[in-house]
């Protein structure tokens, strides 16, 4: 009688184990779909739009809004240099690799997030802000639009995001000083979140975990996970419900089409 229960016991431990591990690789560790290093050693057939970033941009936690962006606009090859975990001197290293080496016409750069959780001064993150895109011009030529950063949770009048403020402003100020284009995502984002009441920033890794084992292995929508937690458009404080996502590519498809955002 013991032996099968043991053997019952073995089996659920590996199958939590496997699931563990899928969902793990799924949201933290595969790289991003269409990435530099897939992609940019061949000759581009079409137009190469890069859109380079964190983990809002590689879309393996939270919205994929780049792969939106490939669906809609089959004229344009997307390079996903999006990174988990990226900061803007992590950017700023791979500039060369990830960007310019795939020769592209244009480049979005939506990066910082992780800067104001890591409490790097907002100097240092302009001059990083500044030296990518001062290299992007030099090396490319392409057009360039700067991202500013989504709320960090929902509730905007909270500590972190009053910290916000100071990062947002050196987009902003990178964008007017090297005349490339500024995209209010913040402020598209801010509009919607004024209404009603909000949650406060509370991301971590164990609820970031849990929303992806939510999208992964139970497949409910970006959305459905957010609203369940009171949440509009961030599904864990920090990354893309389905709805966020669609600003930034709505964003993104006025300037590629040369619209006001």
């Not at 939106?68 to 090859?77: D, G, I, Q, W």
């Not at 005349?179 to 970031?208: I, K, N, W």
Request: aromatic residues 6%; glycine residues 8%.
């Amino acid at each position: 009688m013991r032996r099968p229960i043991v053997i019952l016991l073995s089996i659920m431990v590996a199958a939590a184990l496997c699931a563990t591990g899928t969902v793990g690789y799924l949201a933290f560790l595969r790289p991003a779909d269409h990435a530099p290093s897939d992609v940019c050693a061949a000759p581009a057939t079409r137009p190469r739009v890069v859109a380079a970033g964190a983990s809002m941009t590689q879309g393996s936690l939270g919205a994929d809004w780049v792969a939106a962006l490939r669906a809609a606009h089959p004229a344009y090859e997307f390079v996903n240099a999006g990174d988990n975990g990226d900061t803007s001197a992590g950017l700023r290293e791979r500039v060369d690799a990830d960007i310019v080496a795939c020769r592209p016409t244009a480049v979005t750069l939506l990066i910082g997030s992780n800067d104001v959780r890591d409490g790097v001064p907002p100097e240092r993150y302009r001059a990083n802000l500044r030296a990518i895109v001062d290299r992007v011009k030099d090396a490319t030529g392409a057009r360039i639009a700067l991202m500013s950063l989504p709320p960090l949770g929902e509730k905007l009048g909270t500590g972190i995001n009053r910290t916000l403020t100071g990062y947002n402003a050196a987009v902003k100020e990178v964008a007017a000083q090297t005349g490339v284009t500024y995209l209010p995502l913040h402020e598209r984002m801010a509009d919607l979140l004024r209404q009603g009441p909000r949650t406060s920033y509370g991301f971590s890794f164990p609820l970031a975990f849990t929303v992806a084992a939510e999208h992964y292995l139970l497949r409910r929508t970006w959305d459905e996970i957010a609203r369940a937690g009171g949440r509009e458009l961030l599904v864990d404080h920090l990354h893309l419900t389905d709805r966020g996502g669609a600003i930034v590519t709505d964003l993104s498809t006025r300037w590629l089409n040369g619209l006001e955002p």
